[in-house]
T-cell receptor, first 114, second 112 residues
C-alpha cells in the first residue's frame, strides 16, 4: 500500500532529552513537511524539504532539527531546547513540482513530556 | 501575513440536517484552498481542493465554494450523518510557496 507512516504513535520524553520522530513515504513525493498541532489551534509548519539534502525552516523551527538523506525519509528531532514540546506531530508529503496538488498526511505521533 | 479563521469553532446538529462550515482568509493571493477532515487522534484526509480559478467543488454530499476576492469559503454538508462527526480544517496555499496555512478547525458532532 502506498502512503505515509509515522512512528511511534505515542512517545514519552523526560525533560532535557532529545527524541526523534520517524516519517517514511513510498509515494515517490519530492516534498515532505512537519507540522505541529496543539489543542484548539490549526497546524503550524515546523520544517519542510523540497528535495533530498535540502530543507527550510517553517514558522516554528526553534528547538527542532531535521534531515533529508533519502527521498522517502524525513525524521524530526525534538531537542531539549524546545520549551513546550508536548503536542501532536504530523508529517505530510506532496509532489514538489505541482502547485495544485494536495498534501498527504501521516497518522501522527503524540509526544508527551513528563 | 496570511491568516485563516474558521467559524464556528464547534457545532452540534441532529442527524439529517444540512449544515455549513465557514472559512475566511486575509490574503487573496492563493493557489488553492483545501478542506480536510481529521478524526480524533488521527492524521488529515483531504476532502476537497478548490483551485484559485474555480468557484466550487463537489464530492458526494460535500460541496465547497470559494470566493477569492472576499476571502471566503464554505463547506456544505448535506443530510449529515453521525459518521460525519470529526474536525474539519480549512487551509490555503499562498502564492509563491508550498506551505499551507491552516485554520483552527470546526469540531462537528452529528447526533443520532
Amino acid at each position: 500500500d502506498g502512503g505515509i507512516t509515522q512512528s511511534p504513535k505515542y512517545l514519552f520524553r523526560k525533560e532535557g532529552q532529545n527524541v526523534t520522530l520517524s516519517c517514511e513515504q513510498n509515494l515517490n513525493h519530492d516534498a515532505m513537511y512537519w507540522y505541529r498541532q496543539d489543542p484548539g489551534q490549526g497546524l503550524r509548519l515546523i520544517y519542510y524539504s523540497q528535495i533530498v539534502n535540502d530543507f527550510q525552516k517553517g514558522d516554528i523551527a526553534e528547538g527542532y532539527s531535521v534531515s533529508r538523506e533519502k527521498k522517502e525519509s524525513f525524521p524530526l528531532t525534538v531537542t531539549s531546547a524546545q520549551k513546550n514540546p508536548t503536542a501532536f506531530y504530523l508529517c505530510a508529503s506532496s509532489p514538489e513540482s505541482s502547485q495544485t496538488d494536495t498534501q498527504y498526511f501521516g497518522p501522527g505521533t503524540r509526544l508527551t513530556v513528563l | 501575513k496570511q491568516e485563516v479563521t474558521q467559524i464556528p469553532a464547534a457545532l452540534s446538529v441532529p442527524e439529517g440536517e444540512n449544515l455549513v462550515l465557514n472559512c475566511s482568509f486575509t490574503d487573496s493571493a492563493i493557489y488553492n484552498l483545501q478542506w480536510f477532515r481529521q478524526d480524533p487522534g488521527k492524521g488529515l484526509t483531504s476532502l476537497l481542493l478548490i483551485q484559485s480559478s474555480q468557484r466550487e467543488q463537489t464530492s458526494g454530499r460535500l460541496n465547497a465554494s470559494l470566493d477569492k476576492s472576499s476571502g471566503r469559503s464554505t463547506l456544505y454538508i448535506a443530510a449529515s450523518q453521525p459518521g460525519d462527526s470529526a474536525t474539519y480544517l480549512c487551509a490555503v496555499r499562498p502564492l509563491g510557496g508550498n506551505k499551507l496555512v491552516f485554520g483552527a478547525g470546526t469540531i462537528l458532532r452529528v447526533k443520532s
